[in-house]
């Protein structure tokens, strides 16, 4: 991502499904892309991943929407297929950090 994440934030989780020696495995045919998406406060929730190009590249992606970044703090996301030939396939797990914004409500 590399820039600095603040509440309210719409970045892009983006993740590749790599076999054992680095190279892409292809999702084109699946029939499920999910990115799991763990909060800062331990609750988990699975969003419908996107192919980042036509599959072959090993990559989909979700892009938050405001409501996702609601909680500051270490997220962390990972993604998850479901090949048309039953196969399923994790990729490794990515962390960020979200921080409070400025203009967040006092409690």
Do not use: C
């Not at 270490?74 to 400025?102: A, C, D, M, W």
Request: proline letters at 7%; glycine letters at 10%.
């Amino acid at each position: 991502m590399g820039k600095t994440l603040v509440q309210g934030s719409t970045p892009r989780i983006r993740h590749v499904h790599q076999d054992d020696d680095g190279n892409p495995i292809d999702i084109s045919l699946n029939d499920e892309l999910i990115i799991r998406i763990e909060l800062p406060d331990g609750t988990r929730v699975d969003r419908t991943g996107i192919l980042h190009t036509s599959g072959t590249d090993g990559a989909h992606y979700y892009d938050f929407v405001p409501a996702d970044s609601a909680q500051s703090g270490l997220y962390k996301s990972q993604g998850r297929v479901h090949l048309t030939s039953g196969k399923q396939h994790n990729t490794e797990v990515q962390s960020f950090y979200i921080y409070p914004s400025l203009a967040a409500p006092s409690p």
